[in-house]
Each structure stands twice: as structure tokens, then as C-alpha cells.
């Protein structure tokens, strides 16, 4: 599996990893290499590094085998993975309410988080969401204005 960054990489083992619900530890080693490593007893590991020759990030070792149990509350940046994940929501439903954003996420991941959680992350959300209507709006307007210009 190749990875254009790191930060991609690491978004797609928090999916992972919040689907299958294990509180994992993100460790960047430099801006060449990333590991993801499980609870200090677990064996689950994912190492993900620069590959010269395929000119992107590669897994470069990843054994996934767990002797850890499923975690209901996870700690890694939770709120931050929720608020992108109903941002995305949010965007093709724009009339969501707060039921429908505690039913979204419990049963679109699983998850057993507090509503309190999930409203703030919501929050977050939002200001995601309008913040990138903001961006497209001004990118628009400036096409406009160069338009009239003309
Ligand atoms: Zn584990």
C-alpha cells in the first residue's frame, strides 16, 4: 500500500483503527518514516516509510495480529476524527440535527461516545463546513470580479 504523505498514511490507520476499536499510540519518527503501535503488550505494529524507488511512503512492516481487547472509549485525537468524519456529513446533509448527528455516528462506526463528545465535535464540524463554503465562495467571487474586469 503506497501513500503520496504521512498524513495520509496516518488517516487511513485511524480509520482502521477506530473501526476496529483499538486505542493505538501515533509515533512520526522523522518526516521519512511513521510507526503506529498498539497496547505496550499487543504485538500490532505498522511501520510506514519513504520508498525511493516507488518515489511515495510505503508499509514497510505491519503485523496485524492483536491480544489486546476491543476499546469502547478511544483517546487518540477522537473528537478531531469524529468532527472530519461529520463534516463530510454535514456537506451532503446540510439540514442535519443533533439526533440525527449521535445516530450518524454510533451506528455509522460503533463507537460508545459521550454526546458531549460528539457535540463538540459537531461544533468543529460545522466550522469545518463553512469554512470551506467560505473558501469556494471566495474563489468564486474572484473569478467574478476578474470577469467584470475584462
Ligand atoms: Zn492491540
Not at 40 to 56: E, G, Q, R, V, Y
Not at 77 to 99: C, F, M, Q
Not at 101 to 113: A, D, E, K, P, R
Request: aromatic share 12%; net charge positive.
Amino acid at each position: 500500500m503506497q501513500f503520496s504523505n504521512l498524513d495520509q498514511f496516518k488517516n487511513v490507520v485511524k480509520d482502521y483503527v477506530v473501526f476496529e476499536g483499538k486505542d493505538v499510540i501515533f509515533a512520526k519518527h522523522d518526516n521519512t518514516r511513521y510507526r503506529v503501535m498498539c497496547a505496550p503488550t499487543c504485538p500490532w505494529t505498522i511501520l510506514c516509510s519513504w520508498a525511493h524507488d516507488l518515489k511515495s511512503y510505503q508499509v514497510e512492516t505491519f503485523i496485524d495480529t492483536h491480544s489486546c481487547p476491543r476499546e469502547m472509549k478511544l483517546g487518540c485525537a477522537i473528537t478531531k476524527w469524529i468532527s472530519e468524519k461529520l463534516a463530510l456529513y454535514i456537506r451532503t446533509n446540510p439540514n442535519v440535527e443533533g439526533e440525527d448527528v449521535m445516530n450518524h455516528n454510533t451506528i455509522g462506526y460503533g463507537l460508545n461516545v459521550s454526546s458531549n463528545k460528539v457535540y463538540k465535535a459537531w461544533g468543529i464540524a460545522r466550522d469545518i463546513v463553512v469554512g470551506f463554503e467560505r473558501e469556494q465562495y471566495g474563489k468564486i467571487l474572484i473569478k467574478i470580479v476578474a470577469l467584470l474586469l475584462k
